[in-house]
């Protein structure tokens, strides 16, 4: 294995459609210019600096979570949070690798 694939992500594709399977929410934490210009259908759009105080409502939701935003940065960490907050979720990266398997 060479240097580079030490920070090569993962293919998600599987981990994906399993949890799209689960039932899963989408949840996009990109901006509302970001959201207006496209989202997948039956997003949830919560922008990433208010996931902390959206966490009840998040947990609520009862089912597992897919976070998605422009490139993975910031699902990323919106996912970190959630999972350190007991929520099943995973990071989904752009939005549009989720949108693909709709």
Same mark, same amino acid.
């Given at each position: 294995?060479?240097?580079?694939?030490?920070?090569?992500?993962?293919n998600m594709e599987s981990e994906i459609k399993e949890y799209l399977a689960k039932g899963a929410v989408i949840l996009d934490v990109r901006t509302q210019m970001e959201w207006d210009a496209g989202h997948s259908e039956g997003a949830k759009h919560i922008v990433l600096n208010l996931i902390?105080?959206?966490? #009840?409502? /998040?947990? @609520?939701?009862?089912?597992?979570?897919?976070?998605?935003?422009?490139?993975?940065?910031?699902?990323?960490?919106?996912?970190?949070?959630?999972?350190?907050?007991?929520? #099943?979720? /995973?990071? @989904?990266?752009?939005?549009?690798?989720?949108?693909q398997y709709l």
């Amino acid at each position: 294995m060479g240097l580079f694939n030490l920070f090569r992500r993962k293919n998600m594709e599987s981990e994906i459609k399993e949890y799209l399977a689960k039932g899963a929410v989408i949840l996009d934490v990109r901006t509302q210019m970001e959201w207006d210009a496209g989202h997948s259908e039956g997003a949830k759009h919560i922008v990433l600096n208010l996931i902390p105080l959206k966490l #009840d409502e /998040i947990k @609520g939701l009862n089912k597992p979570i897919i976070a998605v935003c422009k490139s993975g940065g910031r699902s990323g960490q919106a996912t970190q949070f959630l999972a350190n907050n007991g929520v #099943d979720v /995973i990071n @989904g990266g752009p939005w549009q690798n989720v949108d693909q398997y709709l």
